[in-house]
């Protein structure tokens, strides 16, 4: 299948600080999504994007659909605790075919 | 449902003993995805259903894993004859498919299934 190249893998940051994590693929793809997972539970959807070179914020995210359609990044800025948890990036090829990154795990020291 | 629901939450099984998970999905949604989460990884697709069209079981690690989505609603995965490596969180998800539209095709995820096999 398609593989979704995420980076970091993990990261330690301290609290307030901001963060940036990014996807790249080599195949094109129509969307881009970004979700958060908490232990235990199942990712939660942050940002959709759904045209190259869009620009959308929810808050203190930020997410970029790469003009190329073969990438996207996700910025977070001045974290917080309740921040912790791992990201992934999804990109979606057709109307049924999702493929999602490895994650990025975040840790937010206070 | 106002989500969607899966259940159990956590399964304790024993190496070849068969298990079921369900998946009760959003109301109104047609797509039903299972994915398999095994520890420190990514999502790897498992099943996709839509509608009544055939479903797409491309992801379908062995023949010991099956599904059905009984009505166009709830789905229930079964693994046969478990084994160790089976091991891992089995997440749904569902959708409403609108095409490339903004708001359209979000995957929405149950909380998961975490099976252990011994």
């Known amino acids: 299948g398609q593989q979704l190249n995420q980076s970091p893998q993990s990261m330690f940051i301290q609290e307030g600080e901001d963060v940036s994590m990014n996807c790249t693929s080599s195949?094109?793809?129509?969307?881009w999504l970004w979700y958060k997972q908490d232990p235990g539970e199942g990712p939660v959807l942050l940002i959709a994007?759904?045209?190259?070179?869009e620009l959308t914020s929810n808050g203190r995210l930020t997410a970029q659909f790469g003009i190329t359609r073969k990438d996207s990044f996700l910025n977070i800025s001045a974290s917080i605790p309740s921040d912790v948890g791992i990201y992934f990036c999804?990109?979606?090829?057709?109307?049924?075919?999702?493929?999602f990154g490895t994650g990025t795990s975040l840790t937010v020291i206070p | 449902g106002a989500g969607v629901s899966q259940s159990p939450s956590n399964k304790v099984t024993e190496k070849g003993k068969d298990v079921e998970l369900r998946c009760d999905p959003i109301?109104?949604?047609?797509?039903l995805y299972w994915y398999r989460q095994s520890l420190g990884q990514g999502l790897e697709f498992l099943i996709y259903?839509?509608?009544?069209?055939?479903?797409?079981k491309s992801g379908l690690p062995s023949d010991r894993f099956s599904a059905e989505r009984t009505g166009g609603s709830v789905s229930t995965l079964t693994i046969q004859r478990t084994q160790q490596e089976d091991s891992a969180v089995y997440l749904c998800?569902?959708?409403?498919?609108?095409?490339?539209?903004?708001?359209?095709?979000?995957?929405?995820f149950g909380a998961g299934s975490r099976l252990t096999v011994l």
């Open positions: 998800a569902s959708s409403f498919p609108r095409g490339f539209i903004s708001g359209a095709n979000v995957l929405t």
């Open positions: 195949s094109i793809f129509n969307t």
């Open positions: 994007l759904y045209k190259a070179g």
């Open positions: 999804a990109g979606q090829l057709s109307r049924n075919q999702f493929y």
């Open positions: 109301s109104g949604h047609t797509a």
């Open positions: 259903f839509q509608g009544n069209s055939a479903p797409d």
